[in-house]
């Protein structure tokens, strides 16, 4: 089911295409702070052990703190014919749980640094419908890396590169593509492996009134082709997102979000599969508009 996926991408896109084209007009360099975000909850309890057997959980409770940081900022250069975007990505999240009764525990809920660079090229520019988009060939490159574990376990690192067609710059549109991608991995140094993958990723913005915002994402990949037979190999996975920000104060946004992610290895019998809901306070800024 999932490797249609791809299909129904392309042929979305080419639907899209056969609308009538013209040229871009915007130009110049923007610098946007698209969200920097600190989320803390932190739940303190003493003397569990000797409330262990009172009613109310709030005096038996374990003690908890769970701490998750996002930051991503873009410089984007925009011109007649083409757009070059540069993008960083980092996020970190972890608990620490302290039992009434055993060893303190600390988990990483997620753990990810991503460096992008981007550049599309902008062969039509469509004005209806879905309230216009521009459409070309685009190639990037990536660098995926970790914070160090706190486990000592070894640190992702994967450089990728992508090559295909998107659909961009929409007013709803804000990305849909669909692409041939070439990674290296060189997270083990003893087992370095290169993958190729098909891959289609959608983006979609709406603003539902002055101040609310929804944003949609979804990402397929398809892996064809491995260099090495390792356990860690993937099939395919799939991650699919959804937020609200609601502008409560100038920059200062509230937003609720869903994320669901899965993974089939290549190995494995089981499907692997996250799913996290959440609330996140989040500061953005366009800091140079074109």
């Known amino acids: 089911m999932f490797k249609k996926i791809n299909c129904i991408l392309i042929l979305t896109m080419f639907f899209l295409i056969r609308t009538v084209f013209v040229k871009a007009q915007d130009n110049g360099w923007e ?16 003397n569990a052990d000797v409330y262990a057997n009172f009613p109310d959980s709030r005096l038996r409770a374990d003690t908890q703190t769970f701490i998750k940081a996002l930051f ?4 984007s250069y925009n011109e007649q014919k083409y757009l070059w975007i540069n993008d960083i990505f980092a996020q970190y999240g972890r608990t620490t ?3 009434v009764r055993g060893a303190q525990t ?10 992008t660079s981007d550049i599309a090229y902008k062969m039509w520019k469509v004005e209806d419908p879905f309230g216009g988009f521009d459409v070309g ?4 490159a ?17 450089i990728s590169g992508r090559f295909g067609a998107k659909v961009f710059e929409g007013k709803y549109i804000k990305n849909l593509y669909t692409s041939i991608m070439f990674e290296e991995d060189f997270t083990y140094s003893n087992a370095y492996s290169a993958n190729t993958a098909w891959e289609s990723g959608l983006k979609l913005e709406h603003t539902i009134r002055d101040g609310v915002k929804a944003s949609y994402g979804l990402l397929f990949r398809d892996y064809i082709k491995h260099s090495r037979e390792l356990l ?3 099939d395919y996975e799939l991650e699919a997102s959804a937020r609200m920000d609601v502008l409560v104060y100038k920059n200062l946004a509230i937003a609720p979000f869903i ?3 899965i993974a089939q290895g290549k190995y494995m019998a089981g499907l692997g599969q996250n799913l996290y809901i959440g609330i996140s306070f989040s500061f953005s800024k366009i800091l140079k508009a074109r």
């Open 137 to 140: 060939p685009f190639a990037n």
């Open 97 to 99: 749980i302290k039992p």
């Open 259 to 261: 994320n669901y992610y």
């Open 106 to 115: 600390k988990t990483e809920n997620v753990n990810s640094i991503v460096l």
């Open 142 to 158: 990536s660098y995926k890396t970790e914070f160090p574990h706190q486990n000592n376990t070894p640190r992702k690192k994967l």
């Open 232 to 234: 860690i190999n993937l």
């Open 31 to 46: 610098l946007n702070l698209k969200r920097t975000a600190l989320n803390i909850t932190t739940t303190q309890v003493r």
């Open 72 to 75: 991503n900022f873009e410089a």
